[in-house]
């Protein structure tokens, strides 16, 4: 059974679900993985799971003698780009391993073999599990000088190695919804030739052997059951994954800690459990986290809306700016009376009525399940959805 090796890079603090990443990651002993952190090493951890003393200033050491030119990185959030250069960046650390792959931590894992058979493994060099794009969160390569250097053949990866702005590189240039939607990538226009150009022109030209298959599990579609390292979805389907992405960043989930990890643990769509639902409590409890609390709150949402859309309370004073999360950004200007706009790219200047119920938040007319308030302190616009889903845009 081919060796296969788990890398990735975390700076800061270790979040809540990190437990659960841990804890998923034991039940799979076959597979080993590297975590590059300044975090603290935990207590009792699993035998197949090591944690690096590593900081982004040796991370930038290690990267520019590697790739043989200056990188300077300032955010760890930039990482995400350098995926694919891991093997050669970490190079010392997968020599023995037949098979490399990239992975993030806010995953809860099912069994990893069941899915990456020797198979599989005999006859693909790169394995996504998607079938729309690379995941950036959990990908495979062969470890050897073609596919550790396949970034290369990308025309503006010295770009975006050189570049402090986050380009997606290790997957499709922010284009996720178009692909989702069927679309061809070389299609589009994009900001820079990210892997999925490179990935796929390598496939079409050269004959890369890759594996695009759906085996994650985003969102919050609820009914998950991990039990013993097994990962299943409506007691129906063995998955590979969970990834927590929209989990983690939902204002109406139940971030869940518990002293010791049980063996069976349920994920709904806004809670993480280990009880069945079979008492009166357990039925009461669900039913408030998972449905009643949440629609009150969307409730609150609609009528705030409403009411500072009628009431018409301008705001002043919001910082003057650009803010911007990858792709999307908004500027926030002022009229002739001092009172703040915003305008969209190819949208003209829009009111922001205050909110009534949320001290400093304001709304943008025409955008009823939005929310938006300044940080000051961080330069940041953090958004605010009706659907849970919170957003933070910086200042540039």
């Known amino acids: 059974m081919p060796k296969i090796l788990l890398i990735t890079c975390y700076f800061g603090k270790f979040p809540w679900y990190f437990d659960l990443f841990l804890k998923s990651c034991a039940t ?31 991370f930038n050491l290690l990267a520019t003698e590697k790739l043989g030119f200056e990188v300077t990185i300032k955010s760890a959030y930039k990482l995400c780009d350098f995926k694919p250069a891991y093997g050669v960046i970490f190079s010392e650390y997968i020599t023995t391993y037949p098979f490399w792959g990239i992975t993030d931590i806010d995953i809860v894992f099912g069994r990893i073999r069941e899915f990456m ?11 996504s599990v998607r079938n729309d794009y690379p995941t950036g969160s959990f990908m495979l390569f062969k470890n050897n000088n073609k596919i550790n250097t396949l970034f290369r053949k990308s025309r503006d990866f010295k770009k975006v190695f050189l570049s402090d702005t986050h380009y997606c590189f290790d997957e499709c240039n922010f284009r996720h919804r178009y692909l989702q939607e069927g679309g061809d990538i070389f299609d589009i226009d994009c900001e820079i030739e990210s892997m999925h150009h490179v990935i796929k ?37 063995e998955v590979l994954l969970y990834h927590l992405i929209l989990y983690k960043a939902n204002r109406y989930t139940r971030k869940k800690e518990w002293p010791l990890v049980p063996d069976t643990f349920y994920i709904d769509k806004y809670l993480i459990r280990k009880n069945k639902l079979i008492s009166f409590t357990g039925l009461l409890a669900n039913s408030w986290y998972n449905r009643i609390l ?9 009528i705030d809306y409403f009411l500072s859309g009628q009431l018409s309370i301008k705001m002043k004073g919001v910082r003057t700016g ?3 999360l990858n792709r999307f950004s908004i500027e926030i200007c002022k009229n002739s009376a001092n009172e703040n706009q915003v305008h969209f790219k190819r949208i003209k200047k829009l009111k922001m009525p205050r909110s009534l119920l949320y ?38």
Not at 214 to 225: A, D, H, N, S, T
Not at 368 to 392: A, D, M
């Open 117 to 127: 058979t020797n198979e599989l493994l005999d006859n693909y060099e790169i394995i």
């Open 28 to 58: 799979n002993p076959t597979i080993d993985f590297i975590i590059f952190s300044d975090c603290p090493t935990p207590k009792n951890l699993p035998e197949n799971i090591r944690v690096i003393s590593f900081t982004i200033k040796e």
């Open 359 to 396: 001290r400093g938040g304001f709304f943008i007319q025409s955008f009823p399940t939005r929310r938006y308030k300044l940080n000051k302190e961080k330069y940041q616009l953090v958004e605010f959805c009706s659907s849970g889903n919170i957003r933070v845009l910086n200042k540039i």
């Open 294 to 302: 949440p629609n009150l709150n969307k409730m609150l949402f609609k």
């Open 201 to 237: 022109r390598e496939q079409k030209e050269n004959n890369l052997k890759v594996h695009f298959d759906f085996l994650v599990i985003e969102g919050l579609p609820g009914q998950l059951k991990w039990e013993k390292g097994v990962l299943s979805f409506k007691n129906e389907f």
């Open 322 to 324: 650009t803010y911007k």
